[in-house]
């Protein structure tokens, strides 16, 4: 049920926010503002919420091959994308401020995760 709800608020989320398709070039991602990148078969969406506030946090998701990436991933885990390296920095927990989900960073004072495979990813997801 959390699962469904988090995916459905993102989704959302996800509609209010610009979207680029970069297929020539990769821009970086902005974390500055709420933004959706587009290239090939990977989707990236950076969501601020509650921006210039203390609850101010952000959220990331991450999709490839058209299936939601994520929570299968230990924190720091990482899937290399077009952007570079996307990190999980773990589902909202006791507070909505701070960085959630996929993040362009990795998460501070937590060891280095391991790379994820999107392939096996999508194949888990079918």
Same mark, same amino acid.
């Given at each position: 049920m959390l699962r469904f709800l988090v995916i459905s608020v993102l989704v959302c989320l996800g509609a209010m926010v610009s979207t680029t398709v970069a297929r020539d070039r990769v821009e970086p991602v902005d974390q500055g503002i709420s933004k959706a990148y587009i290239n090939g078969v990977w989707s990236y969406t950076h969501i601020i919420t509650g921006p210039r506030t203390d609850g101010?946090?952000?959220? /990331?998701? !991450? +999709?490839? $091959?058209?299936?939601?990436l994520g929570y299968n991933a230990a924190v720091?885990?990482?899937?290399?994308?077009?952007?570079?390296?996307?990190?999980?920095? /773990?589902? !909202? +927990?006791? $507070?909505?401020?701070?960085?959630?989900?996929?993040?362009?960073?990795?998460?501070?004072?937590?060891?280095?995760?391991?790379?994820?495979?999107?392939?096996?990813?999508?194949?888990?997801l079918e």
């Amino acid at each position: 049920m959390l699962r469904f709800l988090v995916i459905s608020v993102l989704v959302c989320l996800g509609a209010m926010v610009s979207t680029t398709v970069a297929r020539d070039r990769v821009e970086p991602v902005d974390q500055g503002i709420s933004k959706a990148y587009i290239n090939g078969v990977w989707s990236y969406t950076h969501i601020i919420t509650g921006p210039r506030t203390d609850g101010e946090g952000t959220w /990331g998701i !991450l +999709i490839y $091959r058209e299936k939601v990436l994520g929570y299968n991933a230990a924190v720091n885990d990482y899937y290399d994308t077009p952007w570079g390296r996307i990190y999980w920095h /773990g589902t !909202l +927990i006791r $507070r909505l401020s701070g960085p959630h989900f996929w993040m362009p960073f990795p998460k501070v004072n937590r060891p280095e995760g391991r790379e994820l495979d999107p392939e096996k990813a999508v194949e888990k997801l079918e």
